[in-house]
T-cell receptor
Framework: DARVTQTPRHKVTEMGQEVTMRCQPI?????VFWYRQTMMQGLELLAY????????DSGMPKDRFSAEMPDATLATLKIQPSEPRDSAVYFC?????????????FGSGTRLTVV | KNQVEQSPQSLIILEGKNCTLQ??????????LRWYKQDTGRGPVSLTI?????NTKSNGRYTATLDADTKQSSLHITASQLSDSASYIC????????????FGAGTTVTVRA
C-alpha cells in the first residue's frame, strides 16, 4: 500500500532549539497538508500545499513556524525557536487531487516534546 | 463557525457487542462527511465517506448513517473486536472550501475481552 512517510517518529528537544519534521507524500499526490493534534484542540490545519505551492499557512504561528516543499517528494515543517506549547503530534497528509471527496492519506505522525 | 460535535467522548464495550457513535455538525453548505479511525500512535484512516444524497454507507462491520436535514451522523460498530479499540473522528467538509476540514474531537472506543 502507498503511504505517507514522516520522520522522525519521535523528537524530544529543549526549548529554543530548532526542530525540522519531514514528510514524503505519496508519489503522484499533488495536495499536501500539515496538521497538529493535541488533546485540547484536536486536529488543526497548519499548512496546505497544492502542486508544491503554499496556498494556506494561516494556521501557523508565523514568527516561529515555516513550511516548505523543496520538491514533490519532500515537505518540511520547521519550528525555530521551539517552545513547550509546541509539544504535540504533527501529521502530514497527502491527496491525489484537490477536494476532500478524493480522500487524504495521513502519515503516522511526529510526536514532538519540547522540554 | 463550522463545528462538529461528537458523543460520547469515550466508551467501553465488551468484545462482540455493538456500539453507536454520534456526530452533530453545523458545517454549511455541506459537501461530505467522513468517519476516520485513529489507532494509538498512528494517523487517521478513512472508514467511510458520505455525500448529501447518501444516508447509509458500510465498510465491513462499520456502518455510517447521515441525516443531512438534521445534520447528524452516526457510526455503528457491529460485533466489536479488540482491534476496534481506537479513536473515531467525524470530519465534515463544506462546499465553499475544498481543502479545509472541520474535525470532531473524537470518540475513544475501548473494547475489552
Amino acid at each position: 500500500d502507498a503511504r505517507v512517510t514522516q520522520t522522525p517518529r519521535h523528537k524530544v528537544t529543549e526549548m529554543g532549539q530548532e526542530v525540522t519534521m519531514r514528510c514524503q507524500p505519496i508519489l503522484g499526490h499533488n495536495t499536501v497538508f500539515w496538521y497538529r493534534q493535541t488533546m485540547m484542540q484536536g486536529l488543526e490545519l497548519l499548512a496546505y500545499f497544492r502542486n508544491r505551492a503554499p496556498l494556506d499557512d494561516s494556521g501557523m504561528p508565523k514568527d516561529r513556524f515555516s513550511a516548505e516543499m523543496p520538491d514533490a517528494t519532500l515537505a518540511t515543517l520547521k519550528i525555530q525557536p521551539s517552545e513547550p506549547r509546541d509539544s504535540a503530534v504533527y501529521f502530514c497528509a497527502s491527496g491525489p487531487r484537490p477536494g476532500p471527496y478524493y480522500g487524504y492519506t495521513f502519515g503516522s505522525g511526529t510526536r514532538l516534546t519540547v522540554v | 463557525k463550522n463545528q462538529v460535535e461528537q458523543s460520547p467522548q469515550s466508551l467501553i464495550i465488551l468484545e462482540g457487542k455493538n456500539c453507536t457513535l454520534q456526530c452533530n455538525y453545523t458545517v454549511s453548505p455541506f459537501s461530505n462527511l467522513r468517519w476516520y479511525k485513529q489507532d494509538t500512535g498512528r494517523g487517521p484512516v478513512s472508514l467511510t465517506i458520505m455525500t448529501f444524497s447518501e444516508n447509509t454507507k458500510s465498510n465491513g462491520r462499520y456502518t455510517a448513517t447521515l441525516d443531512a436535514d438534521t445534520k447528524q451522523s452516526s457510526l455503528h460498530i457491529t460485533a466489536s473486536q479488540l482491534s476496534d479499540s481506537a479513536s473515531y473522528i467525524c470530519v465534515v467538509s463544506a462546499k465553499s472550501n475544498d481543502y479545509k476540514l472541520s474535525f470532531g474531537a473524537g470518540t475513544t472506543v475501548t473494547v475489552r475481552a
